[in-house]
T-cell receptor, first 111, second 112 residues
């Protein structure tokens, strides 16, 4: 069974700070997705990475996939209160209809 | 385009009872998956239905079951409820290319 560990578990920072969260897998990812879940809502897809070493940018968010495809990082520049939420990495195991999720990083950004 | 709709949003049930949750996928999406989210175990895959057939199943006891109708709407049933079944139950429909899952807001189930 694949285990996806995310770190840190919790992160509380002030607006304008930078942060990085990590996702590590016990086995190679089929392809990796990052989701954000806001309170009272379901997760929303942020990005999909497939190729080892791949880097994708989404405004202030930078996603990096490890060369060996067993780890990934999400870096947020100049965090804003709207970035608050639970960040989840997931392996889509070859199909987005059956996702294996990581343990999650809960981010709180305050003014 | 309407998103994934789950009903009800909140439920309180007593141990031993059963419960049925409903999920309407995005129009055109034929795959519906169900997940359980708890503080201790995180987000875990329950099962997936496609064209009225269960296509994938997670590691949950037989008390958890589901079905899908010809219009792709899906229901999930939990029988003989236990306190540990208290959780947020999320439904997701997947696009035809099978590249992205779209989640509903979830049903918060509390078992007392």
């Amino acid at each position: 069974t694949q285990l996806l560990e995310q770190s840190p578990q919790f992160l509380s920072i002030q607006e304008g700070e930078n942060l990085t969260v990590y996702c590590n897998s016990s086995s190679v990812f089929s392809s990796l997705q990052w989701y954000r879940q806001e309170p009272g809502e379901g997760p929303v897809l942020l990005v999909t990475v497939v190729t080892g070493g791949e880097v994708k940018k989404l405004k202030r968010l930078t996603f990096q996939f490890g060369d060996a495809r067993k780890d990934s990082s999400l870096h947020i520049t100049a965090a804003q209160p709207g970035d608050t939420g639970l960040y989840l990495c997931a392996d889509n195991t070859g199909t987005a209809s059956k996702l294996t999720f990581g343990t999650g990083t809960r981010l709180q950004v305050t003014l | 385009k309407a998103g994934v709709t789950q009903t009800p949003r909140y439920l309180i049930k007593t141990r031993g009872q059963q419960v049925t949750l409903s999920c309407s996928p995005i129009s055109g999406h034929r795959s519906v998956s169900w997940y359980q989210q708890t503080p201790g175990q995180g987000l875990q895959f329950l099962f997936e239905y496609f064209s009225e057939t269960q296509r994938n199943k997670g590691n949950f006891p037989g008390r958890f079951s589901g079905r899908q109708f010809s219009n792709s709407r899906s229901e999930m049933n939990v029988s003989t409820l236990e306190l540990g079944d208290s959780a947020l139950y999320l439904c997701a429909s997947t696009n035809p290319a099978n590249t992205e899952a779209f989640f509903g807001q979830g049903t918060r189930l509390t078992v007392v």
